[in-house]
Structures are given as C-alpha cells and as structure tokens.
C-alpha cells in the first residue's frame, strides 16, 4: 500500500505493523547487503540519540546517502521523507512502502509530509530528511525551511550527519570494488523555544543557517569542499539552538 495514500492518523496507527518489518526483515537484510558492497568508515554514532523524536539532517551527494546512513544507525529504524519521483522506480517505491517510508512533494507545501513527519516524531520515530530537499554533488547550498518547521512542532533532537567518498559509487561497482563511504554524526541539538510560539519566515530562516553551519562542521577536513555555502565555519553561530 503507498504510504502517501493514507491519511496521516492511519500512516501513524500502521507504524507498529512498518516497525516489525524494519526490525526483524528489512534493516537486517539491509544491513547485511550494504556490509558486503561497501566499506564505510564511521565515527560520532555514539552521539545519535538511543530513543525519543529525532531529525537526522543529512547532506545529500548521491543515490546510496539514504540507505547508508539508515543502515549504520542500528539501534534505531530512520523513516525517509522521500522525494514525490522515487514513485516512478517500482524497486525503491516498493521498499519505501514496506519500510514506512513516505513521499514529499517538492516546491509546494505538501501538507500530508508535513504533518505526518511532525507526527512521526512526536511519536517518538527518528526521521531522516535532506535539509536542501535533493542532491547537491559540489557541496551544501541553501536549505529549505521545512525541517525548522517540524523540529519546532514536535520538539526534536536534530542529528546532523555527514557522508562524503561516496561520488564514485557506480565506478567502483562496474569495477567489482566496494563503494566506500565516510560518515560522521556530528553534535545533536536542539532548537530553542520560540517566545509565543509563533515561526516566522525570518525566525526559520535563522534556525536553517545555524543548523547547516552543524551540518558543515559534521563534515570531515578533508572533505571540506562539500560544505559548499557554509564552508566558512568561522560564521557559525548558535543563537537558536542548544545542543543536548
């Protein structure tokens, strides 16, 4: 059943029926596929939180980001907020609906994604999103505000993470070599509360500055030029958020 043709109550009341698959199917079978393709060096897991709603920020460079990173977080399941076009790959849609996973439409304000995410969370779930919306290869640019939105609403953890190395991931694979990968999980936050409780446009765009500066420190020195925008981490301020 595509997960988008739910409302967002019955997404929520089947998540016990995707987190059964994701336990005992799904994320060891993913685990297990992404050990013997690819080769990933990972450091910081230990600051992603062991419970509770959290926001997994990510970069996003390539196709394998997703997977990647959801496999090495194996304590917790990440539930995606994909992009609307993964409905056009039958294998990707298919595995996104057994997961849970869910779609966004991009450039419109996709208010099943948006409050499904929010409900996600508040329910405790771990989401992973792309603070840009899709892949930029040449380094981080200007973020949406969507995932400032959702953190607010539901009182996230938000993760920052990082992946790099990972370019050449079709080369290495016509060449019978595994994919390598760098991730490192940088310092989890928190956005501080709002006084009245309302966001304003100004307000969430604060917010996205300060979390992708914690999205370019995430990312190693020696892959600084994949901080693309924010590659002057000197700028980095943390007016609106606290760290936990």
């Known amino acids: 059943m595509d997960t988008n043709q739910l409302t967002v109550e019955e997404f929520i009341a089947r998540q016990p029926i995707y987190e059964r698959r994701r336990r005992w199917i799904l994320h060891p079978g993913l685990r297990l596929i992404v050990r013997l393709a ?16 959290t926001i997994v920020m990510m970069n996003h460079i390539s196709t394998m980001d997703p997977p990647f990173i959801t496999a090495v977080i194996g304590h917790r399941h990440c ?3 994909a992009k609307m076009e993964t409905k056009d790959n039958l294998l990707i849609e298919t ?9 966004v439409r991009r450039g ?14 508040k329910h405790g779930q771990m989401l992973l999103m792309s603070p840009e919306g899709t892949r930029h290869r040449d380094g981080l640019q200007e973020p949406k505000d969507g995932l400032a ?14 992946i790099a190395g990972v370019l050449d991931w079709r ?36 917010m996205m500055r300060e979390a992708m500066y914690q999205l370019a420190l995430a990312i190693p020195e ?23």
């Open 38 to 53: 690819a080769r990933l060096e990972v450091t910081g897991l230990e600051h992603v939180p062991k419970t509770g709603g």
């Open 79 to 81: 539930i995606t907020m």
């Open 95 to 103: 595995t996104n609906n057994w997961w849970g996973n869910f779609k």
């Open 108 to 121: 419109e304000v996709d208010r099943f994604a948006l409050n499904a995410a929010i409900e996600l969370v």
């Open 149 to 162: 939105y959702i953190a607010h609403k539901s009182n996230a953890i938000v993760q920052p993470v990082a």
């Open 171 to 206: 080369e290495r694979l016509m060449r019978l070599r595994r994919i390598y990968a760098r991730i490192h999980f940088g310092r989890p936050f928190r956005f501080r509360p709002v006084e009245g409780d309302r966001l304003t446009k100004a307000m969430r765009a604060q």
């Open 222 to 244: 020696e892959y600084a030029n994949l901080r693309g925008h924010y590659a002057d981490v000197a700028n980095a301020t943390t007016d609106t958020i606290e760290f936990v």
